[in-house]
C-alpha cells in the first residue's frame, strides 16, 4: 500500500489569496480527515467524509473554509481570503471500513505560511 | 467534551533508560485511543491503537496500556535509543470512526 499523499507539501501565500491543498487517502480507505496543526501543539479536527458524504465539520471551519470529496477518493481543502492565523501544518488521514478498528493514517502534511 | 492532556510537555533521558509516557482524558467513554510519534515538520506515523476493550497493546519495544475508569493511557518504551528522540502523542475517538481528539503531545529527547 502506498500511504496518505498530500500537495502540495509547502505553500507560501500572501494575505487575501486563496490556496487549495489536495490529499490522496490510501487505496479504499473509505473515510478522509482533515486537521490542523500549529507550532507547539497537537493537531485539531477540521472536518471529516465517509465517502463522498462530509459527516462532520469543526466550528473551526469557518466559511473561508471549503472541503470536498468528489467522488469518494480524493480531497481537496481551500481556504479564501487568507489570513495569517490561517499559517500552521494541514494533515490529512485515512481510515479503512473494518469492524475491528479504524486506524487513522496521516500523510505528510501541507506546511502554509500566509505572508 | 472530550480533552486529552499529556504531561510532561518535554522529557530527556538516557540512552538506555526506559520511558514512560503520560495521557489522560476526561471522558471515559472512548472508543479507541492511538498513539503517534512525529518528527519535526513531518506527519504522523501510528504507533499502536488500543481499542476500549482492550487493556494495552504491544509491538516490538513498545507497550501501550489503557485504564478507561481512571481516564489514562502510558506508553513505555523499553531501551530508549537516541532515534526514538520525537514527539509523541495520543489521541482518543469517541465512537468508531469519528474524529480523533488529540493531546499536546510530549517531546522526547533521547541522549546518546
Known amino acids: 500500500d502506498t500511504g496518505v499523499s498530500q500537495d502540495p507539501r509547502h505553500k507560501i501565500t500572501k494575505r487575501g489569496q486563496n490556496v487549495t491543498f489536495r490529499c490522496d487517502p490510501i487505496s479504499e480507505h473509505n473515510r478522509l480527515y482533515w486537521y490542523r496543526q500549529t507550532l507547539g501543539q497537537g493537531p485539531e479536527f477540521l472536518t471529516y467524509f465517509q465517502n463522498e458524504a462530509q459527516l462532520e465539520k469543526s466550528r473551526l471551519l469557518s466559511d473561508r473554509f471549503s472541503a470536498e470529496r468528489p467522488k469518494g477518493s480524493f480531497s481537496t481543502l481551500e481556504i479564501q481570503r487568507t489570513e495569517q492565523g490561517d499559517s500552521a501544518m494541514y494533515l490529512c488521514?485515512?481510515?479503512?471500513?473494518?469492524?475491528?478498528?479504524?486506524?487513522?493514517?496521516f500523510g505528510p502534511g501541507t506546511r502554509l505560511t500566509v505572508t | 467534551k472530550q480533552e486529552v492532556t499529556q504531561i510532561p510537555a518535554a522529557l530527556s533521558v538516557p540512552e538506555g533508560e526506559n520511558l514512560v509516557l503520560n495521557c489522560s482524558f476526561t471522558?471515559?467513554?472512548?472508543?479507541?485511543l492511538q498513539w503517534f510519534r512525529q518528527d519535526p515538520g513531518k506527519g504522523l506515523t501510528s504507533l499502536l491503537l488500543i481499542q476500549s476493550s482492550q487493556r494495552e497493546q504491544t509491538s516490538g519495544r513498545l507497550n501501550a496500556s489503557l485504564d478507561k475508569s481512571s481516564g489514562r493511557s502510558t506508553l513505555y518504551i523499553a531501551a530508549s535509543q537516541p532515534g526514538d528522540s520525537a514527539t509523541y502523542l495520543c489521541?482518543?475517538?469517541?465512537?468508531?470512526?469519528?474524529?480523533?481528539?488529540f493531546g499536546g503531545g510530549t517531546r522526547v529527547l533521547v541522549k546518546p
Open positions: 471522558d471515559s467513554a472512548i472508543y479507541n
Open positions: 489521541a482518543g475517538s469517541k465512537a468508531a470512526g469519528n474524529k480523533l481528539t
Open positions: 488521514a485515512s481510515s479503512p471500513k473494518t469492524r475491528i478498528s479504524y486506524e487513522q493514517y
